[in-house]
């Protein structure tokens, strides 16, 4: 049991007038987006803390397609969700077979592919962007998804690499030792050994992919413009080039967007952050 | 009898172990093509195409005729500098707090990622509207509050330029206070058990404790946030869009804008002159994580 005392009362006292600030800068924009979300078109911009009558009309005109921005949620959402598993699955194949040959085979130029990978995970990218868009004018690829899914791959393999060669060089290396007495082939070992042990960082990096690619915005914009081939991020933007927008209607579509990696994010947690901070902290 | 049975596990003769080197070798280079790819045709030729568009010195001239880049290389300047270190200043704070252990700290804790968690656009466009001159609930609180008018907050400049700073730091602070709560969870608890035996105050305990075992990641965590805050689009172009009239650009939408008025080789430019700025800190960066 603890006891009050004079100094565990002020120490107390001290750590929430840290957490009470935290927790109103955190949660002001994400209430006022829910606020938004749950008004009707009247009240949304009265200034109300709270609206007089909630409601989820907003969110059944969303998934009705009952407004012209609106006209392809469903798709555009499918969209996203696609492009995220795409990026996600291609991103962990390119960074897993990289760094099981960099840190496992030990293939020569290892070391190269892996400031190669560095020196692109530290490009800004934004300055990736222009030149990345006009490449995928000269490959044909402008407003195919494939441009998306394939710039989305290049941003974040590079990191993923860099994370699980971290984690395979912990493995010991006798386990690849006693796999080539038994005579394992690289690929044995690859599937066999190498990727059951992987799978805690494995997961780490295909959400890390998966969440990067369902929440970009400057690559989907710039790569995609058919309102039928880009993802709910572009169609969000999209609101912004009217005056009178449906406030409402952006918002609740928006917490409908913006669900998804929040849930991925808490439910991965674990993984996630050992994974994503381990990469940093190694420095 | 027991000469065969040493001579059984002998290693196979050099030849055979040469030709399986190689076969792992092989399956070596094999299995780093898909990533050898990515990085040739999508960075290495698009780096390579975009400084060929930006070969004609005319394009620099252009560009720093242009008053829009003066004053964005001013604002990136002015968000380096002043946003990243206040950032890394309360991220430092921050992480002592989340260090401490109480029941309802993990639970702030949990809420705290909350903006590094969610996609930009829709948190960033929520605090757009909250800034809205007319029906803003700022401006709405600020007229039930005193009866006048509130500013038009994004039409200032500098204001402008400012709110992009607070939406940066609000969707990146908890990224940074992760890593450096990671960092202080490294430090042994019995360097602050042997502090609090000689009587060191909280904040002795920082200076000579925490300090010391914090500083290189700190400084390298500046640096990357540094790199990335660069290359950060989104704050800028969702909040003010550029504007007004254009002040509030930053290198990162610059380079967007060029693009989007077709003017390439102003884009192009634009990154270029960047990179004295960008490559010193990449080689500082890849010279620490390669070690």
């Given at each position: 049991m603890k006891r009050w005392t004079p100094k565990a009362i002020a120490t107390e006292a001290r750590l929430l007038l840290i957490g009470i600030p935290v927790l109103l800068w955190t949660l002001i924009p994400v209430y006022h987006m829910v606020l938004f979300a749950i008004s009707s078109k009247d009240s949304a911009t009265s200034g109300h803390l709270w609206p007089k009558n909630p409601t989820l009309d907003n969110f059944r005109i969303v998934f009705q397609q009952k407004h012209f921005y609106l006209d392809h949620f469903w798709l555009q959402l499918w969209n996203s969700l696609l492009i995220a598993v795409s990026v996600g699955a291609l991103t962990l194949f390119v960074a897993t077979t990289a760094a099981f040959a960099i840190s496992r085979l030990r293939v020569r130029g290892g070391r190269t592919v892996m400031n190669l990978a560095l020196f692109t995970y530290f490009i800004p990218a934004a300055f990736l962007a222009v030149p990345m868009y006009k490449t995928m004018g000269n490959y044909g690829l402008l407003n195919s998804q494939w441009a998306l899914i394939l710039a989305m791959v290049t941003i974040a393999s590079p990191y993923c690499i860099w994370v699980l060669k971290q984690a395979s060089d912990k493995l010991p290396y006798e386990l690849d030792e006693a796999a080539r007495m038994d005579g394992a082939s690289p690929l044995q070992l690859f599937r066999l050994v190498y990727l059951p042990l992987m799978v805690p960082s494995l997961v780490a990096v295909g959400t890390y992919s998966l969440l990067l690619a369902w929440n970009e915005y400057l690559y989907a914009f710039l790569l995609l413009s058919n309102d039928r081939s880009v993802t709910l991020a572009v169609a969000l933007g999209n609101f912004l080039s009217a005056d009178d927008s449906p406030w409402e209607l952006l918002m609740a579509t928006g917490l409908i967007y913006a669900m998804p990696p929040a849930a991925i994010y808490y439910a991965f947690k674990r993984y996630m952050v050992g994974g994503l901070t381990a990469g940093a902290v190694k420095s | 009898?027991?000469?065969?049975?040493?001579?059984?596990?002998?290693?196979?003769?050099p030849v055979n172990l040469g030709a399986r080197h190689a076969r792992w070798q092989f399956w070596g280079a094999v299995m780093v093509v898909p990533y050898l790819l990515v990085f040739v045709v999508f960075v290495l030729y698009p780096v390579g195409y975009g400084l060929w568009l930006a070969r004609h010195p005319q394009s620099y001239v252009k560009l720093v005729e242009d008053p829009i880049f003066f004053r964005s290389v001013i604002n990136t300047a002015i968000f380096l500098v002043v946003a990243i270190n206040i950032k890394m200043l309360v991220a430092l704070v921050l992480s002592g707090f989340f260090v401490t252990s109480r029941w309802w700290i993990k639970i702030v804790s949990a809420i705290f990622i909350l903006p590094w968690a969610m996609p930009s656009i829709p948190t960033i466009l929520s605090i757009r509207f909250m800034l809205n001159p007319e029906w803003g609930v700022i401006n709405s609180t600020i007229f039930r509050l005193t009866g006048a008018d509130g500013p038009n907050w994004l039409n200032d400049p500098s204001l402008a330029l400012a709110f992009a700073m607070v939406v940066h730091v609000w969707k990146s602070l908890p990224f940074w206070t992760l890593i450096l709560v990671a960092g202080r969870l490294a430090i042994p608890s019995e360097q602050y058990e042997a502090a609090s035996v000689d009587g060191a105050s909280s904040w002795q305990k920082f200076r000579f404790v925490s300090w010391p075992a914090l500083k290189t990641l700190y400084i390298t965590s500046t640096i990357l946030s540094m790199i990335w805050t660069l290359g950060d689009f989104n704050s800028v172009y969702l909040l003010t869009g550029g504007g007004p009239a254009d002040l509030t650009h930053v290198l990162a939408t610059l380079?967007?804008?060029?693009?989007?008025?077709?003017?390439?080789?102003?884009?192009?430019?634009?990154i270029v002159v960047a990179l004295p700025l960008v490559l010193p800190l990449v080689y500082f960066m890849m010279k620490r994580l390669s070690k």
């Open positions: - | 009898m027991s000469s065969t049975a040493t001579a059984a596990p002998l290693p196979a003769p380079g967007i804008r060029y693009l989007r008025l077709d003017q390439v080789d102003l884009s192009m430019a634009s």
